[in-house]
């Protein structure tokens, strides 16, 4: 199954752990927010483990 | 008058909390926002051996060495662009300038001529203090736990020797007797001890039969080993005890220092809660403060360590274990039944 679609829901408390694993996908200013027109194929481990190690587990995805 | 107040190996803080050493600190805009929000010092992003070795070009096999991950790395390998020593040294003599409150540099190295060269060039940048990371992930038969201790009390001597600056030295509780090692550590100039470390610790996918990754957060109530190791040691070593490791609140901030800690590091805290939870412990601590009239950290600070108890003098021996066997009809009496359970049903 490959990622088709990613969002951070509401609690993000920016503090950069999913943009230190996949900077591809992942953008931290105020809070993390999901770069566009990237494939998400390619960067699936990363993302997956983005999500995993979101320490308020805010990152969403669909495979 | 600042009732916060605390000393750290010499080092003059505003309050107790510490940011331990995570990449949540590493850019001057966070570190700033830190200082904000009210942090008594932090303690800058580790340097570690692997940087160093990357830069020496030495990376290939070698990297495989180091693979005892230590909960601070996000990676194994890290990103090769932004990873060199140099520009370590850079960002943290950048940090220290950006700051007013005490900066602490974090060396995580392995080999000896790493730790006693690096400190060097750490001490030079400014910062205000040192933290030596000493653990061994347990993978040689043959080594004896003396040859290990030996080593790291030599690294601490190299080091105490040639530089000025405070150090701290950061430990697992994973040592024979931990005690009888600080207590050497502590004869060899350590001005500090941060107790405890945390590493990640393997898990496996039971479908896919493979190993995974697993979150590398402490969790509420993680300090509890903090705390008795503060008790233990508070007034039996010269050094500052500073604790580490699940310290989540005002309330456990307030249970380590009167175990005996001077100070703690926070971290996990700060990323489950984001930085303003540096103003909410301090709040909780002043609140707790003023609730029993203290006027000042040493007021309390200690009062429940082995040393000065008066009530329970087993009470930081003890396994709780036993206490609860021996006194189980009244700890697990309910109405109508003499005992449902114990913790050996």
Known sequence: ?63 | MNKLKTTYMGIEMNNPIIIGASNLVTNTDTLKKAEEFGAGAIVYKSLFEEQIQLESFQLDEKMTEFNDLYAEMVQIHPNIEHAGPDEHLLNIRKAKESLTIPLIASLNAVNDDTWLKYARLISQTGVDGIELNFYQIPLDFDKSAKEIEDRQINILKEIRQNISIPVSVKLSPDYSNILNFIKKLDETGADAFVLFNSFFQPDIDIINEKHIRTSHFSNIGDYKKSLRHAGLLFENIKADICSSLGIFSGEDVVKLILSGASCVQVVSTIYKNGLPQIYNIKRELEEWMDIKNYKSIDDFRGKLSRNRLSGDPFVYKRAQYVDLLLNSDAVFKVEGTSRISSPED
């Open chain 1, 1 to 63: 199954m490959v990622i088709s679609k990613i969002w951070i829901e509401d609690g993000c408390t920016a503090c950069g752990l999913c943009e230190e694993i996949c900077p591809e996908v992942f953008k931290v200013e105020d809070v993390a927010t999901v770069i566009q027109g990237v494939n998400y194929g390619e960067y699936e481990e990363k993302i997956k483990e983005a999500a995993t190690s979101c320490p308020v587990e805010v990152i969403r995805y669909i495979e």
